[in-house]
């Protein structure tokens, strides 16, 4: 497979206020390039031993990430986005079988002892895991666990000097009150400041790489906007490079300047966001687009469902692992598994019929059946608040809603209604 480099103006995002660093820390395991992209991951493969055989979890995942450059990754669940940051940051269980090269700097990563990656872990690259829980310590008390961490890295940093720089990174990921907040326990933020305090922690000794691993995904749709506005932040205060993992398109859609989508393991497309967006070229990539409510839709077009499952990453056939859920599936689809084909400018995508799928321009419903809209409706003819009607009849009001009324709804228009935990949705 080919490297598909990113693209990347090659100057850092942002200042640097928050301290400085140590490079010769971070930067101590041989091979280490200055001048080097920030990370480059190539041919990665990982598979895991099970009962059932041989999980191909990750099968040749190649990028290049490059000074102040955001790429996301999109795909399914069990498509090996996280995997494929496990092996990136040292952090897969003993029995993976990890094959191919990542680098960081020009150093390689793949089989360093754990004392060296601890050099690279939060200085080098950090880490954002989807739920804050998993990072944070329940039994410590937030300043201290920032302080920990600014500490592992600089251990000349006095402890007052820590204090002052946890109170000043918590004010910086927008915690109000953060000179008393220090003293609290996770227990005690909600979802969203507790991922605002794991932001925090991430900056804190201002990595070069930072991977949020879904980020958002855990919390209220109303929270996610603002926290992606806190990344955007600590992008700008570390000068950072970061590497988006989530199924969801439109949250890169804002943030990042490449896209790699992924399907069983392999990259299947990879380009600028605008290309990924306006002119994909997989059908698997359309899809995507095509199930996502979109901002720029004029309100009249239907979401279009990928209709099956991802393959089982144990024993896969040959051909192409898309196949059985494309509609323009052919015969010559399951011969072999398509390579990435350069299409243009930076832009590349496995699969065989991209010429069909750019005539498409982005809309899903010239190449997918549109089906899904309608099924919300009991009735096409009549408005939303019809059927809330029918159903109120049925049920009668709870007490909460008595009295609102639906929004003004017809067949084939998609909306949200979104709002806190509780609020009635
Ligand atoms: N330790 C493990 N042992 C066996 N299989 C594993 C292990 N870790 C991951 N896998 C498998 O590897 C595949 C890829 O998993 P991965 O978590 O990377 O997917 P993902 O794209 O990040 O999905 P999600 O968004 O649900 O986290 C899945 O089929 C998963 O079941």
Redesign the pocket.
Known sequence: MTTQETSGSGTPAGATSIGTLAPERAHSLPGFDPTAPLLEVDDLQ?S???QDGL?H??RGVSYTLRSGEVLGIV????????????AVMGL??G??QIAGSVRYRGQELLGVSDPNMSRVRGKGVSMIF?DPMTSLDPVYRVGRQIEETLRVHDKRLSRRAAEARSVELLELVGIPNAANRVRSYPHEFSGGMRQRVVIAIAMANQPDVIIA??PT?ALDVTVQAQILEVLDTALEETGAAMVL???DLGVVAGVADRVLV?YA?KPVEIGSVEDIYYEPRMPYTLGLLGSLPRLDSTGRERLTPIIGSPP??VNMPPGCPFAPRCPLHIAECDAAEPPLFDVGRGHSAACIRTEIVEKAHGDATEVFDDTSADTLLVDESRPLEEDVAAVDRDRGPSPEVEGETAPDHAAGETGSIIGPKGSNQ
């Open positions: 990982v895991f031993p099970t999980v979890a990750v795909g399914e669940s069990g498509s090996g986005k996280s995997v494929t940051s496990l897969l269980p029995s993976a989807q691993d879904e995904t993992i989530t199924h992924m393991g089982s990453l």
